[in-house]
């Protein structure tokens, strides 16, 4: 419980932008991959974009181009840039952290796009 803290959703218009951020406690440590997936209403919990502790990134084709995902100096924390947002960008965003013994889930964040 509480391991991980979401911060930065939020409501925006289409083409608007949002900065979402997630921040591991110190008894998560052996960090791997950190992420961030989204729940949109009505539909399953989709992959947005993950990146490893070397630093490689994988982005769902549907955000490629308008999302950048990073990681903190610290290497606890882990961000989405989101640009260029659309009307489907609409979910809620769950970061997810991985370690070497178990996965972390955020409590997630609300992004609605709407005009």
């Known amino acids: 419980q509480g391991q991980l803290v979401e911060s930065g959703g939020g409501l925006v218009q289409p083409g608007g932008s949002l900065r979402l951020s997630c921040a591991a406690s110190r008894s998560v440590f052996s960090i791997n991959t950190m992420g961030w997936y989204r729940r949109a209403p009505g539909k399953q919990r989709e992959l947005v974009a993950t990146i490893t502790s070397n630093g490689y990134t994988h982005y769902a084709d549907s955000v490629k181009g308008r999302f950048t995902i990073s990681r903190g100096n610290a290497n606890n924390t882990v961000s989405l840039q989101m640009n260029s947002l659309k009307l489907d960008d609409t979910a809620v965003y769950y970061c997810?952290?991985?370690?070497?013994?178990?996965?972390?889930w955020g409590q997630g964040t609300q992004v609605t796009v709407s005009s």
């Open positions: 997810l952290v991985v370690t070497t013994q178990y996965n972390y």
